[in-house]
């Protein structure tokens, strides 16, 4: 971005008011549960889940493909007083609101944690620890996704990737990965646990689709020396307003985007206002 791109951003954004993030209560679905649907059990300190045994091969499906897989049906609102929304649009997963953002190391999840614009990640070969559960959202699938089903969620067609637990040796718990890619939302969500197969399946029973808020936009994916534009440009489209101010950061290019307040995957009411900071 160019130095007279960057003053007319500039001049904007006096012309800007922030709007403070939402009360969680105020963020509501008109979703209905599914009928099948199996109840999440959470609870403030995280998910409380069996570790299962893995016997026989290393890699099976849960269910061996022998009954039908159970559909994550849309969470019903209010939502509960111990989870927090993060979302990519108008679509967002429900998680412990004891649970961090991007608690990643070398790209493996430390803690139980919510996964969303993380950025890049070093690789390190980092073994997950046990009692471990992750859901990243996104709008990219990772490219081992694979749909085992078609199905409709609250009336929107879903794929659902079933769960699979993989036992590595004795120094790796065994891990079960489980996913739903919403193709008309270009949204995707994965859920990986080394705390049993169970945890994947209640923590994808907890999508929501919100019409009245929205979910903070991503920006670390973006190329930094293109990356201001193209982020402006999906702001607006998405209805967002902004505010700019700069930081000297040494090595980023001009213009370029730093940070945004509230922060990427934050459910913000429609036509919020958001804080970006750009280098200087």
């Known amino acids: ?16 008011t922030a709007v403070n993030p939402p009360p969680i209560d105020a963020m509501r679905s008109g979703a209905t549960r599914r009928r ?11 998910t409380a889940v069996a570790v299962a045994a893995v016997i026989g091969a290393s890699t099976a499906l849960t269910n061996n493909g022998a009954t039908p897989l159970e559909q994550p049906p849309v969470a019903a609102s209010p939502v509960p007083e111990n ?13 412990p609101k004891s649970w961090g953002t991007n608690q990643l190391k070398c790209g493996t999840p ?17 073994a997950q620890a046990a009692g471990i559960v992750s859901v990243r959202i996104g709008t990219k699938p990772a490219v081992e996704f694979r749909a085992d089903e078609t199905f409709q ?12 637990c993989t036992a590595w040796d004795a120094d790796r718990p065994t891990t079960c990965t489980g996913a739903v890619l919403i193709p008309s939302r270009n949204v995707w969500i994965r859920a990986v646990s080394s705390a049993g197969d169970e945890a994947v399946g209640n923590a994808l029973e907890q999508i929501w689709f919100v019409k009245d808020s929205i979910g903070v936009p991503g920006f670390r994916s973006l190329d930094l020396e293109t990356s201001t534009d193209k982020y402006l440009a999906e702001l607006r489209a998405a209805g967002f307003e902004w505010t700019i101010k700069t930081k000297v950061e040494p090595g980023a290019p001009k213009g370029s985007v730093l940070a945004v307040s509230p922060a990427p995957g934050t459910m913000v009411p429609n036509g919020s206002t958001l804080t970006l900071t750009l280098a200087g």
């Open 1 to 16: 971005m160019n130095e007279s791109k960057l003053s007319e951003l500039l001049e904007q954004a006096g012309e800007r």
């Open 153 to 164: 969620l609250n009336g929107v067609e879903a794929q659902r990737q079933r769960t699979v």
């Open 83 to 95: 989870l927090r929304l993060v979302g990519v649009g108008h679509t967002a997963i429900a998680v």
């Open 110 to 126: 430390t803690k139980n944690t919510v996964i969303v614009d993380p950025g890049p990640q070093g690789y390190c070969f980092l």
């Open 36 to 46: 099948r649907r199996r109840t999440a059990v959470w609870s403030a300190a995280g």
